[in-house]
């Protein structure tokens, strides 16, 4: 796979990343977080709970399971979502246990990239991208797209 950096491209759909809920679940370690995500039909996101945190259960509507790999020595959750023509918002809900029970200052409790891609046909292509892809062989397929990556920070203040 190659990556070919195009023209400046603004999404055609807001995609954005909503909480919904985020509260510390009372006489516990633990928070509940619910997160809304909008965006196209083709999406990614990845998790990572900060040192500190665990992530205890999950939920979403979605039929996707999450993988779990390593980032910078953390867990990290990794869930793709392709959902046709129907580009409806999506939820997923966190418990995450706060381990570090004496420190109260404001930190972040996890990390989240939301990943969207925007696919189109040949009619979209730009000419630089044009004279470039003709250069290939035939046999080989070409994809056309642009993403857009958005990094949140889930914080444990209170607001």
Do not use: C
């Not at 020595?73 to 999506?90: L, T």
Request: aromatic residues 14%; hydrophobic residues 35%.
């Amino acid at each position: 796979m190659f990556w070919i950096k195009g023209e400046s491209y603004f999404p055609i759909r807001n995609t954005k990343m909503e909480v919904i809920k985020k509260e510390r679940v009372k006489k516990s370690t633990n928070w509940e977080i619910v997160l809304r995500f909008h965006g196209p039909t083709q999406t990614s996101i990845i998790m990572s709970p900060n040192f500190g945190f665990d992530l205890i259960s999950w939920s979403t509507n979605l039929d996707s399971t999450p993988t779990q790999s390593q980032w910078n020595g953390r867990k990290a959750y990794h869930i793709s979502h392709n959902s046709g023509k129907n580009d409806a918002p999506f939820e997923i809900s966190l418990i995450l246990n706060d381990v570090n029970t004496v420190e109260r200052n404001a930190r972040v409790m996890l990390d989240i990239l939301f990943g969207s891609y925007f696919f189109y046909g040949e009619e979209k292509v730009s000419p630089s991208i044009r004279t470039f892809t003709d250069r290939f062989p035939l046999w080989t397929y070409v994809n056309h797209y642009r993403s857009v990556g958005q990094l949140y920070k889930i914080t444990t203040d209170e607001n």
